[in-house]
């Protein structure tokens, strides 16, 4: 969504340059195609984050900006903190971003618990899940103005082809007949791969595609396939029938679950952050950690006669291009930045 974002706001005249805090990333490349300056500061400790700050507080004087944006805890709170000390500060704005609602308390509570003080230090705390605002103002937070923007989906490339999903399936050796259920998310405890296998291996018909860093590392049963880390999403999508969300908690505005559905895939989905905002009446919704619920929402769905579930993934997709296009957000963050 950040590598979206810059891309759409550089083009309309907003100059944009992102730091990583941490090691170079696989998004890196991505920002440099769109001429996007990327500073990376390959911090892996406390001590080394503090040694960085006057690194970026004499970026901070150097560009002088108009705007820093946090994209989650770690960049919210050190924007937060250069913003406090660097120069030329009432000329600027300081906005947050929340990605997420519900967090693991242990993983993630002194970083909660830091956020919650500093909460009133931006101009605007932008939120991208109904749930994450909630969630947060719970948990303590006073922002002086809370925004709420989805994400925004590219539905010119997450979009169906028949074509693609023809070649896709001749390339993974998967019958052009199969019903294919598809889960996107790297191997993470708030993904909660252990109860979405658990289902597919319920519904052995249905042939499930894993993706994202770690699966291919996962003990599957003999229908579900683990690609590890992909590239080629747009295509992997386009060759599915079923977009399925597992998440037990965190989840904010799943990306996932939205570009499944921009694909003309119908939903099924645990009830996690705005999952069941973003599918309507389009899918299924069930409860997190429900393994029956979401083994009868997935046969549900493969057992409709193909060119239903075809007619049933065109409306998801009608709803993600309504309201949650690419489009929509740039225009919300346009609007704030300006």
Not at 65 to 85: E, F, R
Not at 194 to 200: D, P, R
């Amino acid at each position: 969504m950040l590598v979206r974002l810059a891309a759409r706001l550089r083009d309309r005249g907003f100059q944009q340059h992102v730091l990583s805090l941490t090691q170079r990333g696989p998004r890196a490349d991505e920002l440099e195609k769109h001429n996007i300056p990327f500073t990376c500061l390959n911090i892996s400790s406390v001590p080394q984050g503090v040694v960085a700050v006057p690194a970026v507080v004499a970026l901070i004087k150097r560009l002088n900006p108009d705007v820093i944006q946090g994209w989650m805890y770690h960049g919210n709170l050190v924007g937060a903190l250069v913003h406090l000390i660097a120069s030329n500060r009432r000329r600027r704005r300081l906005f947050w971003g929340i990605r997420a609602s519900n967090m693991d308390d242990a993983r993630y509570r002194g970083l909660i618990k830091w956020s919650v003080r500093f909460s009133a230090v931006p101009d605007v705390i932008i939120a991208n899940s109904a749930a994450g605002a909630r969630f947060h103002l719970a948990m303590g937070y006073r922002p002086r103005r809370l925004e709420i923007v989805a994400n925004g989906i590219d539905v010119g490339k997450f979009c169906p082809d028949s074509a693609m999903r023809q070649a896709t399936r001749a390339e993974l050796g998967i019958d052009p007949d199969a019903c294919i259920a598809i889960h996107v998310a790297r191997v993470d405890p708030m993904k909660d791969h252990s109860t979405c296998l658990a289902a597919l291996a319920a519904v052995p018909k249905v042939t499930g595609l894993l993706v994202g860093a770690g699966t291919e590392d996962l003990p599957l049963p003999a229908n579900v396939r683990g690609l590890g880390r992909r590239e080629d999403v747009a295509r992997l999508y386009a060759a599915s029938d079923i977009a399925l969300s597992t998440s037990a908690f965190g989840e904010g505005f799943s990306n996932a679950l939205a570009e499944g559905m921009s694909s003309g895939l119908v939903p099924v989905t645990t009830d996690a952050g705005d999952a069941r905002l973003i599918v309507g009446d389009t899918g299924t919704v069930v409860s997190p950690r429900d393994v029956a619920a979401l083994v009868a929402g997935i046969r549900k769905q493969a057992e409709l006669p193909s060119a239903q579930r075809r007619v049933r993934g065109l409306e998801a997709r009608s709803r993600i291009v309504e309201l949650y296009s690419m489009e929509h957000a740039v225009e919300n963050f346009t609007r704030l930045y300006a």
